[in-house]
């Protein structure tokens, strides 16, 4: 892709000035040391304050970012332009800058990787691993499926704990009907805004904030997978193994919020509202601490495997995608992927 340089860079290089270098503060010596990687999003000071300013009662107590690295993306320009203003906040909440990755990994326990350009996330994700260090994946994990195969492959080589979610993963009633408190479940729809950024899969981009919730709740044997697709809005279609079904519904002509509609053997229920970041946040530090990985990898697979369905199901004007057959091709091309990066990485050392 083309390299985007804006003539915010200049900010951006005033603001590596201005951060302040050193070790951790004698209050903070017994706490986890969380980094940060990639300053591009909200989300990166928004964990941050979870973390930095948790009363000691609270279950994230015992962690603190105490490190970021700002360089997400060099060449995705909704990435590049964020990057300043992110990074200046970061450091009004006293978080050092570092000039790499290598060097952020020499001062944490363990990693919250934000970038929000799915596109460098295999390498970056690859880097941390080697290192050892437990990481929390923000999404979009990565710009393709094979590249997320890659990094479950490399997290189990490397015995690294890792995972991803949206947040919408929490969405209030979420887990109970996962577990099947009300019934077992028949179907769900779910819905959400769904703006896109051409680099990436239509759904990687934000509707997979509502796609997290149906698999999580419907599991991840998905059968097949088609699509629906309007300037204004799309209606994704998953079939389940079992012959339950399950829908996505996409709008971008207004924002309908998040929500969802859970059908049970007991009733019909309504899922309710987003519960923030602060629940996500619960289990990534239950991650860190334990390495007791909350999501595991086969439903996280499932989750970019229906949006990636989803975008060949657009190519193929609505037609049905065989969701294991797309699976096994991209495991294929996961290894390639993999060692592709790997080599990259030698070849910076």
Known sequence: MKQYIPATLTLFSVVLAAAVFGPVRAAETDAVRVGVIGLDTSHAPAFTRLLNEAADEDPLAG???????????????????????ITQ???????????????????????LLTTNDGHPRLRQTLQVLRAGKPVFADK????????????????????????????????????????????????????GPASMEPSHPDLYW????????????MGPDIETVSR??????????????????????GMRDRNPGFGGTVFTTEGTFQ??????????????????RTGEVPVPAEQSIAIYALMDA???????????????????RARQEAVERLREAAAALDARQ
């Open 228 to 249: 629906t697709h309007t300037d204004g809005q799309d209606v994704v279609v998953a079939k389940w193994k079992d012959g339950r079904i399950g829908t996505v519904r």
């Open 89 to 111: 906040q970061m450091v009004d909440l006293g978080v050092p800058i570092t000039e790499s990755i290598g060097e952020l990994l020499e001062k944490v326990d363990a990693v």
């Open 310 to 328: 989803a975008d060949a199901s657009k190519r193929r004007g609505g037609a049905p995608v065989n969701v294991p057959e797309l699976i096994a």
């Open 140 to 191: 979009p994990a990565s710009a393709s499926l094979a590249d997320l195969i890659a990094i479950y492959d490399a997290a189990e080589q490397h015995g690294v704990p890792l995972f991803t979610s949206s947040s919408l993963r929490y969405i209030e009633h979420a887990a109970e009907h996962a577990a099947g408190e009300h019934g077992r479940v028949l179907g769900v729809d779910t819905y």
């Open 271 to 288: 899922l309710g509202r987003s519960r923030g970041y602060r629940p996500l946040m619960v289990d990534i530090a239950h991650m860190f």
């Open 63 to 85: 962690f603190r970012v105490v490190a970021a690295n700002v360089r997400g993306s060099y060449d995705l320009e909704v990435s590049v332009v964020r990057q300043p203003g």
């Open 206 to 217: 934000y509707l997979i904030h509502a796609v997290e919730p149906l698999v999580a709740i």
